[in-house]
């Protein structure tokens, strides 16, 4: 179990969150078009996974922006942006905002993958949503960085993670 904190109040955040050096675990999230994606689902590229609680919070919209921004072009990467929120909400904001270079994946059908990732918000008006964090996948799913934010209303280091491919 880990703390982070909401408005420097402490919360629960349980599961295993991955150390770089580690390999990831699998997942099965639902994409905008309500498919299964997997890891095998992006094999062979770089992934970015931008965690984030919801994306109608200002600081997930935000670091959804920059990572599109910022990443969005790296070859032979993708950004995965994981949240609760439904596919279908997920894609309204991607398409409202114009973020054509990040993938939105929801945890609504894998609630698994919050305990798997080590994000699991267990108490506090956020549980059942994930804590922020950032993993960074290798080709072969090997975790070259990750970033389990101490401050939920704390955009995560870009560049520590930008930086971790290379």
């Known amino acids: 179990m880990s703390n982070v904190t909401l408005a420097g109040k402490p919360i629960a955040v349980a599961g295993n969150f991955p150390k770089p050096g580690a390999t990831a675990p699998d997942f099965s999230l639902t994409g905008k078009d309500l498919a299964d994606c997997t890891l095998a689902t992006y094999a062979g590229k770089r992934k970015i996974l931008n965690i984030v609680p919801s994306l109608d919070t200002p600081t997930c919209a935000t670091s959804t922006r920059k990572f599109n921004e910022k990443a969005g072009n790296l070859a032979n990467t993708v950004v995965l942006v994981v949240s609760a929120d439904l596919p279908f909400a997920m894609s309204r904001f991607c398409s409202t905002e114009g973020l054509d270079h990040v993938v939105s994946l929801s945890t609504f ?55 971790a491919l290379g």
């Not at 080590?118 to 950032?134: E, F, M, Y």
């Open 109 to 163: 059908r894998d609630h698994a993958f919050h305990q798997r990732y080590g994000v699991d918000i267990t108490d506090s008006p956020l549980r059942g949503l994930t804590a922020r964090a950032v993993v960074v996948l290798d080709e072969n799913n090997r975790v070259l960085h990750s970033q389990l934010v101490p401050e939920i209303k704390q955009e995560p280091d870009y560049e520590a993670a930008l930086s």
